[in-house]
């Protein structure tokens, strides 16, 4: 008997690898004889790094965050030289308190220090999760961060934000480090919002990070000034680039100044955590979250799980925090079955603080169903 196990993160309860070894643990409970194939998984956003780094190991460092404030961020070194950064962990939202947010002069910094420093681990390929920011400034603190200059008319240095590319005049990439031309960058992004414009990064995303409608008219103004110097600096146009404009126009810098592809985030963590491979000849595979609803149609790992699943003709099984509004519609997208993890009526408390206990308990209790259906044999 092979079970691939494969679950997203719950979030604020477990991480991806705490989830999926609770769910072994349960398995074995009932059928201690069979062959688990443990592989967490991610979209691409929060919980990326978590998940991939039982491939490697985690690191700190400690970068510029938003607001110009000493941060240390969260970083994956992998077994196979890559690093795996995630934007939220030096430029995220949640980093900001509500009543300081700007993304007039939140800046990417940080992101480009996470960089260097996985070059200066050695890393020449690079994942990167783009969700989540606090940051409106096209990638422009990243790429200053690792050597690129932006100036105004009078030759001076661009201040932080994207408020400040409305006085961009030069881009001068010749003083990026030497390493990045040795690299592959590979950007998790499921948006795609154009850099510019009514669906751009400004006015689509502006307002969650305290952005009111003038300031993001003026915020996607000064981006449309930076597509431009990118265009006359470097030669590329990302204007209307569908995902240039994810977390706040990052994905344009990064494409623009370090020749960033755009995957789809749960595919770049599925073939990096070798999901394909852990498939082959199983019989069964168990995935899960913390809320399976209708949001769970939109990109999320677990149905990416259930798709991969069906694609090779295998029973999926997910587990979930809570079964949400609309939760049906995953049965016609590879799911054979889903469960709530809660024994009953409880509390959000309750809920989170008993996640793992549960989790080993439903996936026993699958296991025995399985094993039942089965005659008996694991």
Same mark, same amino acid.
């Given at each position: 008997?092979?079970?691939?196990?494969?679950?997203?993160?719950?979030?604020?309860?477990?991480?991806?690898?705490?989830?999926?070894?609770?769910?072994?643990?349960?398995?074995?409970?009932?059928?201690?004889?069979?062959?688990?194939?443990?592989?967490?998984?991610?979209?691409?956003?929060?919980?990326?790094?978590?998940?991939?780094?039982?491939? %490697?190991?985690?690191?700190?460092?400690? =970068?510029? @965050? +938003?607001?110009?404030? &000493?941060?240390? !961020?969260?970083? *994956?070194? /992998? $077994?196979?030289?890559?690093?795996?950064?995630?934007?939220?962990?030096?430029?995220?939202?949640?980093?900001?308190?509500?009543?300081?947010?700007?993304?007039?002069?939140?800046?990417?910094?940080?992101?480009?220090?996470?960089?260097?420093?996985?070059?200066?681990?050695?890393?020449?390929?690079?994942?990167?999760?783009?969700?989540?920011?606090?940051?409106?400034?096209?990638?422009?603190?990243?790429?200053?961060?690792?050597?690129?200059?932006?100036?105004?008319?009078?030759?001076?240095?661009?201040?932080?934000?994207?408020?400040?590319?409305?006085?961009?005049?030069?881009?001068?990439?010749?003083?990026?480090?030497?390493?990045?031309?040795?690299?592959?960058?590979?950007?998790?992004?499921?948006?795609?919002?154009?850099?510019? %414009?009514?669906?751009?990064?400004?006015? =689509?995303? @502006? +307002?969650?990070?305290? &952005?009111?409608? !003038?300031?993001? *008219?003026? /915020? $996607?103004?000064?981006?449309?000034?930076?597509?431009?110097?990118?265009?006359?600096?470097?030669?590329?146009?990302?204007?209307?680039?569908?995902?240039?404009?994810?977390?706040?126009?990052?994905?344009?810098?990064?494409?623009?100044?370090?020749?960033?592809?755009?995957?789809?985030?749960?595919?770049?963590?599925?073939?990096?955590?070798?999901?394909?491979?852990?498939?082959?000849?199983?019989?069964?595979?168990?995935?899960?979250?913390?809320?399976?609803?209708?949001?769970?149609?939109?990109?999320?790992?677990?149905?990416?799980?259930?798709?991969?699943?069906?694609?090779?003709?295998?029973?999926?099984?997910?587990?979930?925090?809570?079964?949400?509004?609309?939760?049906?519609?995953?049965?016609?997208?590879?799911?054979?079955?889903?469960?709530?993890?809660?024994?009953?009526?409880?509390?959000?408390?309750?809920?989170?603080?008993?996640?793992?206990?549960?989790?080993? $308990?439903?996936?026993?209790?699958?296991?025995?169903?399985?094993?039942?259906?089965?005659?008996?044999?694991?």
């Amino acid at each position: 008997m092979i079970v691939v196990i494969a679950p997203d993160s719950f979030k604020e309860c477990a991480t991806a690898a705490e989830a999926a070894e609770a769910m072994a643990a349960g398995w074995l409970r009932a059928d201690p004889g069979a062959e688990l194939r443990v592989v967490p998984v991610a979209d691409g956003g929060e919980g990326t790094v978590a998940a991939l780094s039982a491939r %490697g190991q985690l690191r700190e460092t400690d =970068v510029t @965050g +938003p607001m110009g404030e &000493a941060v240390t !961020a969260r970083w *994956a070194l /992998l $077994d196979d030289g890559t690093a795996v950064i995630e934007m939220a962990a030096a430029a995220g939202l949640h980093l900001v308190a509500p009543q300081h947010r700007d993304p007039m002069t939140a800046a990417t910094r940080g992101v480009g220090e996470l960089v260097r420093a996985g070059l200066e681990a050695g890393a020449r390929r690079f994942i990167v999760g783009v969700g989540g920011s606090a940051t409106n400034d096209g990638g422009a603190g990243m790429a200053q961060a690792l050597g690129a200059s932006l100036r105004d008319a009078e030759g001076r240095e661009l201040n932080p934000g994207g408020a400040a590319l409305a006085n961009i005049a030069e881009i001068d990439a010749s003083g990026m480090d030497a390493r990045l031309a040795e690299c592959t960058v590979l950007v998790a992004c499921d948006v795609d919002n154009p850099l510019c %414009g009514p669906e751009g990064a400004s006015h =689509v995303y @502006g +307002p969650q990070k305290g &952005a009111n409608a !003038a300031q993001a *008219a003026t /915020l $996607d103004g000064a981006l449309a000034l930076y597509a431009a110097a990118l265009r006359a600096a470097l030669g590329v146009d990302l204007r209307d680039t569908p995902g240039a404009g994810a977390a706040g126009g990052l994905a344009a810098g990064l494409m623009a100044f370090l020749g960033a592809q755009l995957k789809p985030g749960f595919d770049l963590v599925a073939e990096q955590a070798g999901l394909a491979k852990a498939l082959e000849g199983a019989d069964l595979v168990i995935t899960g979250e913390g809320s399976l609803d209708g949001q769970s149609l939109r990109g999320k790992a677990p149905l990416g799980v259930a798709r991969m699943a069906r694609e090779r003709g295998l029973p999926c099984i997910a587990l979930a925090g809570q079964l949400g509004g609309g939760y049906k519609a995953v049965y016609d997208l590879g799911v054979t079955a889903a469960f709530a993890l809660a024994p009953g009526p409880v509390s959000r408390e309750d809920s989170m603080k008993n996640t793992l206990d549960w989790l080993r $308990d439903r996936s026993e209790a699958v296991a025995r169903a399985w094993m039942a259906a089965r005659g008996g044999r694991g």
